[in-house]
């Protein structure tokens, strides 16, 4: 009640606060139909918001059919929104076309902000916690070594690593989740990676978010839409299936996410919030956890040896202090501390390369303020985290590849990051990200060096392709093994 007062106040007295109006924050002109539809379907979007940055400031606005966003563009903007003020922002904007992929809201990561809300990120963040505490590092360790093999056995032909990175990404969270992983014998988790990825792939689509902006366009044929209704289908029906064939075994154990989710099911609800989570919870839990476990950290894998290519000597330090501080053996997550080089191109890739380059746009809650202007309840917010990470205010020469700025004396800070978001929305993997990160580049460079397939115009281009996930377009490569490996 407090908060409502406090915002209807704000609401009335805002004209008079030292803030200026929405209406004044800075924006390119727009259609007077379409709003400003043309910024928002350009092919790479990020870089088209950042460039919007130079021009309109950190903070600026755009409108598309009744729905005005405005866009984040420094960590500085950002953190006042998602982490001081995260109270104010911490919504998801509910649309028709978000309703249909989160089953109707139930979803953590596309659920608007409430109490049932709350309680279901708690439950998934306490299951994976306590999983990950358990068996995360072996779990990890166990998808590199796989990893290796693969490698291994293309001997030294170039190949497109891309679908072994989503191979060992998705062992990881499958592990996690249902306690057992997917390989090429497993068609039924292989289907569901691939319909997962494919309702990605079609939310990401600007045929699809125009239906959210222009209710109007539901009324005509739209093969796209139709082929996701189809998707989401197919995965509501596979992930019923797994979570009955689950229930139904004799034994169910505490030592994966599903069983863990399903256990605290079976125990009353708190009473301070009465809020009462049921099988759908857990069905979009899994559902939340594969997509976002799976694409951003094998796109991140990609990134890295797609930069390593154009900056070979970078390998070679990494694999140089590998060999010195570890002497043979590979990496446990605890010798990050002893390998400041390795960690170096980690943070550098992520800046350089967040994944997940927009967030998930949140919404205002309830009228707020930032940078000093008025933001009404309901405004979208957009986290521009590539915006963020190129911001010349903060790095040095923004858009070079040098991971030895975060090294002593390299000027550069990890406190500017936030690839992960931040406050009541942070990324709800990020512990499981940062090990997957650090423990699979530290194996796949003890033992092989990567090196281009031919001249330099075979070396992958770094502009990318951007959807929800910002990935690398396709190349190949050679792992050739190092010779301390034994093959
Ligand atoms: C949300 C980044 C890996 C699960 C997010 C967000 C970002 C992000 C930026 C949105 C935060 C916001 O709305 O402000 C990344 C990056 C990853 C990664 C860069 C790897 C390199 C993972 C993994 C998992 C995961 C491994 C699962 C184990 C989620 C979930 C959400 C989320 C469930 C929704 C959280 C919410 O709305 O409360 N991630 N992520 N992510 N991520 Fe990740």
Redesign the pocket.
């Known amino acids: 009640r407090d908060h409502n007062v406090q915002s209807s106040l704000l609401h009335h007295l805002h004209q008079f606060l030292p803030c200026s109006s929405s209406s004044s924050i800075p924006g390119p002109p727009g259609h007077f139909l379409i709003g400003n539809m043309k910024e928002l379907t350009h092919d790479h979007l990020p870089i088209h918001l950042t460039n919007l940055a130079k021009r309109y400031g950190s903070v600026y606005r755009l409108r598309c059919g009744n729905t005005t966003m405005v866009v984040l563009n420094s960590s500085d903007v950002i953190k006042e929104a998602?982490v001081k003020k995260w109270s104010d922002f911490a919504g998801?904007p509910v649309s028709y076309t978000g309703n249909i992929v989160s089953g109707g809201g139930f979803?953590?990561?596309?659920?608007d902000y409430s109490e049932e809300w709350k309680a279901h990120?708690r439950l998934?963040h306490g299951a994976?916690q306590r999983c990950c505490q358990q068996s995360l590092h072996q779990v990890i360790e166990r998808q590199a070594l796989h990893l290796r093999k693969v490698l291994m056995d293309y001997q030294g032909r170039a190949v497109d690593l891309s679908e072994d990175f989503t191979v060992a990404?998705s062992n990881?969270?499958t592990t996690?989740t249902f306690g057992n992983e997917y390989d090429k014998s497993s068609p039924e988790l292989q289907q569901l990676h691939n319909c997962l990825n494919q309702i990605v792939a079609l939310w990401g689509s600007s045929w699809i978010s125009a239906l959210d902006s222009f209710p109007l366009l539901r009324k005509l044929p739209n093969p796209v839409f139709s082929r996701l209704l189809q998707e989401v289908v197919k995965r509501d029906e596979i992930i019923k299936q797994h979570l009955n064939n689950y229930k139904s075994q004799a034994k169910q154990s505490e030592v994966d996410i599903t069983g863990s989710l399903l256990q605290s099911l079976d125990k009353p609800p708190k009473k301070e919030n009465g809020v009462l989570l049921t099988d759908t919870h857990v069905h979009m839990?899994t559902v939340?956890?594969l997509?976002?476990?799976?694409e951003?950290?094998a796109?991140?894998l990609n990134w890295t040896v797609a930069f390593l290519l154009h900056r070979p000597e970078v390998q070679t330090r990494v694999y140089e202090e590998l060999c010195t501080v570890l002497q043979g053996q590979y990496p446990k997550y605890s010798d990050r501390h002893r390998l400041p080089v390795l960690c170096s191109l980690v943070s550098e890739v992520?800046r350089l390369r967040?994944?997940?380059p927009l967030?998930?746009?949140?919404r205002a809650i309830r009228d707020s303020s930032i940078a000093g202007y008025f933001i009404p309840k309901n405004t979208v917010i957009i986290?521009n985290?590539y915006g963020a990470h190129h911001d010349p205010a903060v790095w040095a020469d923004p858009y070079s590849f040098r991971p030895e700025r975060f090294l002593e004396g390299g000027g550069g800070s990890t406190r500017g990051l936030?690839?992960?978001?931040?406050?009541?929305?942070?990324?709800?993997?990020?512990s499981?990200?940062k090990m997957?990160?650090f423990l699979f580049t530290g194996y796949l460079l003890k033992d092989f060096q990567f090196v281009p397939p031919g001249s330099e115009a075979s070396l992958p281009d770094l502009r990318g392709v951007a959807s929800v996930v910002l990935k690398v377009k396709s190349y190949t490569v050679v792992a050739r093994p190092r010779a301390t490996t034994n093959p």
């Open positions: 998602l998801r979803s953590v990561s596309l659920g990120r998934v994976l990404a990881v969270i996690l839990a939340d956890l997509i976002g476990g799976t951003t950290t796109a991140w992520l967040p994944v997940a967030a998930v746009p949140h986290p985290l936030i690839p992960f978001g931040g406050g009541a929305r942070l990324c709800l993997g990020e499981v990200a997957e990160l």
